[in-house]
């Protein structure tokens, strides 16, 4: 112990460092824990979906038909506002808003957390982080789009 006490009297610089940055990692966590777990990673997605919670892609149409997640639905996010009613009616079941990196996807969570949507989460890395999973992904070709 008497080691320790030695060390901290030596190089308080460092103990002041490790000090602030164990506080500044607790502050963020519980930041974080405060607003609510808004993204998930693509194996947590997986699971929603699997229990029934509707994916909104916000890409482009083109982007979505080079390859989206199996019965996405595409609304794209220049024309979100538009299609709030859309929207409004998957309100009771989880949404999980994807677009090509994670970014877009988390402010618009953001938005539908405040106008007061609860159950929806974005895809933490986007498109790009599913396929680096190794997931699935279906062309416009193969599949028929329901509304």
């Not at 979505?64 to 299609?83: M, S, W, Y």
């Not at 396929?131 to 279906?138: C, E, F, I, K």
Request: hydrophobic share 45%; aromatic share 8%.
């Amino acid at each position: 112990m008497n080691t320790y006490l030695e060390f901290a009297g030596n190089h308080p610089l460092l103990i002041g460092a490790l000090a602030f940055s164990f506080f500044l990692l607790v502050f963020t966590e519980l930041q974080r824990k405060a607003r609510g777990m808004t993204n998930i990673e693509p194996q947590d997605a997986v699971k929603l979906i699997n229990s029934d919670a509707v994916v909104i892609d916000l890409r482009n149409a083109e982007a979505f038909a080079r390859g989206h997640i199996v019965n996405a639905k595409n609304i794209p996010f220049d024309e979100l506002q538009a299609n709030k009613d859309k929207i409004a009616k998957y309100a009771k079941k989880a949404i999980i808003a994807v677009c090509d990196g994670g970014m877009t996807s988390g402010k618009v969570v953001d938005s539908m957390r405040k106008s007061g949507v609860e159950n929806v989460y974005g895809l933490k890395g986007g498109i790009n982080a599913w396929t680096q999973a190794n997931l699935p992904l279906v062309t416009a070709k193969k599949t028929k789009s329901k509304s």
